[in-house]
């Protein structure tokens, strides 16, 4: 059973008066898997429907019910009327068009599947489209015309307008135990940007197609488990990251921080950061704009995230920046320059670090000269990180500048850097393992992940098999929405993530609207994407692909 079905029914079966507000209700029978519990529970809900050939069959369908409101407007951010695109519903039967069309209504500026660049959608867009225009509320607005004061569930279908929704409902004053949002036409920063708003208030989520988030308390009565284990199983380095706003998921760092440092993460260790992100804007390196993608970020936020992080771990914090100075539970700041090496042995002393991250200036200059300073203070077995590289102004890589001085220390131990193909690729992330093994240089994450001293001692002791990866072999596949017979896309989906962890490299086809499901579980050290819309695949199978189809779809044959 899935996050939503167990969430439903629990509040269903322990919350006898929940009431739900759903946004994007279209006729209320098709494309909408959770009229079912609207229904089994007798929810007083209210539907809300733009278009009114639709909204008049939504309320058509459910005359008989007592415990549904309908209103037809748009949900935007000024009250008014706003205008829309449409297929007309009679049109979509009397063509013979594909009717999920019928659910595509939206606003301008398009932005889903009438934006692709899908030939279908275009023909049917140009030839059949109709605007229209719509009455329209904000958020709040629809709330107090049906004086509504509180309600558990949100659902919403704004085909790609979902975060400018979400965005109006506050979260202090309204709090509901369940959040089902579109996701997949939502841009790169409104995703961030909901999964930001999502964490920061305590929510856990499941991401697909859409987007579910669950209020942490319902969670926790939901799995029935203690405090303590919710909190270390339900907040992932990505929930915590979106919890205080770093930028290590828009650096693209999670990728590798969520399988390097997983094996320690409730270890006893310490953990130094160099650069913690002051918002004083004549810093160089100032995290000054970061508030515009995390309005709640404060100065320091990494430290905190990593305090989170690592359960049981003493995180320490370097930089010139009087704002970031914090002194709090298992946080200690030192306000110094990681480039002065006097500095660093007058304030570290004897301390010594399980994992260094430099997050600092990001020249090739300050990256080598904290590099020298610092990675005496690495414990053996512990990890030095450098961030950002050729990410300071300056241009210069400092894997390429420093090539000698690096390699030199890098071929004692073993090191993971980014690279692409091979090292002329330049990356943008590096770590060094201390740990004497002669293992140099690799660019997969797999390999030097599981080399750690405790992966070692535990494949021995368990003799646990492991999956080799050929270098040599590129997988090829793809991922299409063919309307199959007898099997709903979301199977297809939820087989395609779980064959994304193989470790083997993989050349992808897919359509630009499904991409991020590759890059939520893969990086590019192992990976190509290539943008393949459903109607290229039909150009290059024609003339027989209406006859493939034919025979995958013959129920009786």
Not at 151 to 163: N, Q, S, T, V
Not at 509 to 525: A, G, H, S
Request: net charge negative.
């Amino acid at each position: 059973m899935d996050l939503i079905s167990k969430t439903l029914h629990h509040i269903g079966q322990n919350y006898k008066d929940a009431s739900v507000v759903q946004i994007g209700a279209m006729d209320g029978l098709n494309f909408d898997d959770t009229r079912g519990f609207l229904d089994m529970y007798g929810w007083k809900s209210l539907l809300v429907e733009p278009v009114p050939a639709i909204f008049n069959e939504l309320k058509e369908n459910f005359k008989d019910r007592t415990n549904y409101t309908f209103e037809q407007c748009a949900i935007t951010e000024n009250d008014g009327e706003i205008e829309m695109l449409t297929i007309p519903p009679d049109v979509i039967i009397s063509e013979n068009l594909h009717h999920g069309y019928k659910g595509m209504s939206a606003l301008y500026p398009l932005k889903n599947g009438f934006n692709s660049e899908s030939q279908r959608d275009i023909d049917v867009k140009t030839k059949f489209g109709v605007n229209i225009t719509v009455p329209s509320l904000t958020f709040d607005s629809l709330l107090k015309k049906h004086n509504i004061e509180y309600f558990d569930i949100l659902i919403c279908d704004a085909e790609g307008y979902d975060w400018n929704i979400f965005n109006q409902l506050d979260l202090t004053k309204y709090r509901p135990k369940f959040i089902r949002l579109e996701y997949m036409n939502l841009t790169d920063e409104e995703k961030t940007l909901t999964r930001a708003k999502l964490a920061y208030y305590g929510y856990i989520v499941d991401i697909g197609l859409d987007i579910d988030a669950v209020a942490v308390e319902i969670y926790q009565e939901l799995q029935d488990i203690e405090e303590e284990i919710l909190k270390n199983v339900s907040l992932s380095f990505n929930n915590i990251v979106l919890k205080y706003g770093s930028d290590k998921i828009q650096s693209g760092y999670n990728n590798y921080y969520n399988k390097i440092l997983e094996s320690i993460r409730h270890d006893n260790i310490n953990h130094l950061e160099i650069g913690l992100g002051t918002l004083m804007p004549e810093i160089e390196s100032s995290f000054a704009g970061v508030t515009n993608s995390y309005p709640h970020y404060k100065p320091s936020a990494c430290l905190r995230m990593w305090r989170e992080y690592f359960t049981n771990g003493n995180i320490y914090g370097m930089d010139v920046a009087e704002d970031c100075m914090i002194e709090e539970e298992r946080i200690k700041t030192f306000l110094m320059s990681s480039l002065d090496s006097s500095s660093c042995i007058t304030n570290l002393k004897d301390l010594e670090f399980d994992v260094i991250i430099d997050d600092g200036l990001h020249t090739a200059i300050a990256q080598i000269t904290t590099f020298k300073n610092l990675f005496s203070k690495v414990k053996e077995g512990g990890l030095y990180i450098i961030e950002d590289i050729k990410g300071g102004g300056d241009g210069i890589n400092v894997f390429n500048e420093y090539n000698k001085e690096l390699m030199e220390v890098i071929n004692e131990h073993e090191c993971f850097y980014n690279y692409y193909l091979d090292v002329s690729y330049e990356g943008t992330f590096l770590c060094i393992r201390k740990n004497y093994s002669n293992r140099g240089l690799t660019n997969d994450t797999e390999e030097f992940s599981k080399n750690t001293h405790k992966t070692q001692s535990n494949e021995i002791e368990n003799n646990t098999p492991t999956i080799n990866v050929n270098k040599n072999l590129t997988i090829v596949t793809g991922l299409w929405d063919i309307n199959r017979t007898g099997r709903s896309f979301d199977h297809y989906i939820e087989n395609f993530k779980k064959f994304l962890d193989i470790p083997q490299n993989l050349f992808i086809y897919i359509p630009k609207e499904y991409e991020y499901l590759v890059w939520e579980k893969r990086t590019p050290e192992n990976t190509f994407v290539k943008i393949y819309e459903l109607d290229d695949v039909k150009n290059i199978y024609r003339p027989f692909w209406d006859k493939t189809q034919e025979i995958r779809n013959n129920l009786s044959g």
